[in-house]
């Protein structure tokens, strides 16, 4: 069952049953990208738009009370989520979002028809360009929608940040009094607590989540109204200020139209921003990952300091093998994030003139950065980091064989002295403190004091340098 619709190029057999039409099913041949749909978010707010605009046309006196009630209705319902399955259309495609304009323009009209009882495809009543797309372009609708689309899904990347930073912070309290090596070059280096390294953690990840709230600031100015060029061609006096008053007041969102509509329609920078904050929290989530899958190594073979919760067995060949497999998920979304940054960059520099045709592909990998880092981090606090545990009997042997406290001794025995004493802990296994203690190069109380928890993790002199002898030097 079919229905035939026409456009500027011809004539085409629509499937009778859907609410979208001939320049959606033409998207549909033109443009086989990935295989994805839109997400439900910008589905959504392309209902918001077409709703507001809808309202600000009855107000203008452009559009009457009975097809602006109907398109009203209609496009209620697609922010709604009602009508999610009849946006088939590819998100990376030519026309600057053409396509996903008109299918929302096409889905709205046939389902006001159906509202006011009259068949799909019956446009000498309600037009999808006519009537739903009236004061707009696609140059200005999918912006703006786009924008409330992103700025809905980093609310829940920011919030999935600032989970995981709680999570390290709690981690932190837990493993404050753990004493370990600190490693550089991967070498020993000097003491450390785990809870410093766990603290570091969660300063990182906050740092990230206020770095990516600070970008979306510069999302909440929209460009609705400028139509075409950002001129406002064909837009009624007053529709500019109308809809972005109607968006914010829906969406909860502190919108407000861009000062330049021009500026605002041709360049994105602002989205190159938000993109830039995402890399750089997957960049800082990527390398927090790789460290917690060398703490966690082994458990025999490897540094073996903390415990990851079991979350899958890790072998189809290995019986009883278990993987870091959350960290390894961190890692390789971090790895799209990053890629995805590339292509937003390629985007942005590559648009012309008045308008940025290439702004499919950059809100296709943006919003895919913003959820997949919402979605993995979530994962990652809840089946990992909250599940954290020390091997405190594992990170006590490393500290006990190793030279790594030699350091702090440095100013009470001079460089010299230390690495002799170092070198003859490497060759046969003594501790550090023993060394010292035999060789007579400092008292044992003030050793203890020096080789305490509290002076080796917080930089203290415990022992005023020059009251002890072999320090006078």
């Known amino acids: 069952m079919t229905r035939l619709e026409r456009d500027s190029l011809g004539e085409l057999a629509v499937p009778a049953h859907v609410y979208y039409g001939i320049q959606t099913l033409r998207a549909l041949h033109n443009f086989p990208s990935t295989g994805q749909r839109l997400h439900p978010e910008m589905i959504h707010a392309l209902g918001l738009v077409k709703r507001a605009a809808a309202e600000a046309n009855r107000s203008a006196g452009l559009l009457g009370d009975e097809l602006a009630s109907l398109i009203i209705a209609a496009s209620q319902e697609v922010a709604d989520g009602r009508w999610d399955d009849q946006f088939p259309v590819d998100p990376i495609q030519g026309g600057a979002g053409t396509s996903i304009n008109m299918n929302a323009n096409e889905v709205i009209a046939n389902r006001a028809l159906e509202l006011a009882g009259r068949p799909r495809g019956d446009y000498g009543y309600i037009h999808p360009l006519t009537h739903v797309n009236m004061s707009q372009s696609t140059?200005?609708?999918?912006p703006t929608a786009f924008r409330i689309a992103l700025l809905r899904v980093l609310e829940k990347t920011s919030a999935s940040l600032k989970a995981l930073g709680d999570a390290f912070d709690d981690r932190a309290q837990a493993f404050s009094n753990v004493i370990k090596v600190g490693r550089t070059h991967l070498q020993d280096g000097v003491p450390i607590a785990l809870g410093q390294e766990f603290g570091a953690y969660a300063a990182a990840v906050r740092r990230a989540a206020a770095r990516l709230s600070a970008a979306a600031q510069e999302l909440l100015a929209v460009n609705i109204g400028g139509t075409a060029v950002g001129t406002g061609l064909n837009a009624p006096p007053g529709y500019r200020d109308h809809v972005v008053r109607r968006l914010a007041e829906w969406t909860g969102l502190p919108l407000r139209s861009a000062d330049d509509l021009v500026d605002a329609t041709q360049n994105v920078d602002p989205l190159v921003s938000v993109s830039s904050a995402?890399?750089?929290?997957?960049?800082?989530?990527?390398?927090i990952a790789s460290d917690l899958r060398l703490l966690a190594s082994g458990p025999y073979a490897g540094l073996g300091e903390i415990q990851l919760p079991p979350v899958q067995p890790g072998s189809s060949i290995m019986p009883g093998k278990v993987n870091p497999v959350m960290a390894e998920l961190i890692n390789q979304v971090a790895f799209q994030v990053q890629?995805?940054?590339?292509v937003v960059g390629l985007a942005a520099q590559h648009g012309q003139l008045e308008l940025n045709v290439m702004v499919p592909v950059l809100m296709h990998n943006l919003i895919q950065s913003a959820q997949m880092l919402a979605n993995a981090v979530a994962a990652f606090t809840?089946?990992?980091?909250?599940?954290?545990?020390?091997?405190?009997?594992?990170?006590q042997r490393h500290l006990d064989r190793s030279i790594c406290t030699v350091t702090a001794l440095n100013p009470y025995i001079g460089y010299e002295a230390a690495a002799r004493v170092a070198k003859q802990s490497l060759a046969t296994g003594r501790p550090v403190r023993d060394i010292v203690l035999a060789e007579?190069?400092?008292?044992?109380?003030?050793v203890d004091a020096v080789l305490s928890p509290e002076n080796l993790t917080r930089g203290a002199l415990p022992v005023p340098v020059g009251a002890t002898g072999p320090g006078s030097r």
């Open 139 to 142: 140059n200005d609708v999918v």
């Open 278 to 287: 995402l890399r750089t929290a997957a960049v800082s989530l990527s390398k």
């Open 339 to 342: 890629g995805n940054d590339l």
């Open 382 to 395: 809840d089946r990992c980091v909250r599940g954290v545990q020390a091997d405190r009997d594992n990170i």
């Open 440 to 446: 007579g190069l400092l008292p044992a109380d003030v």
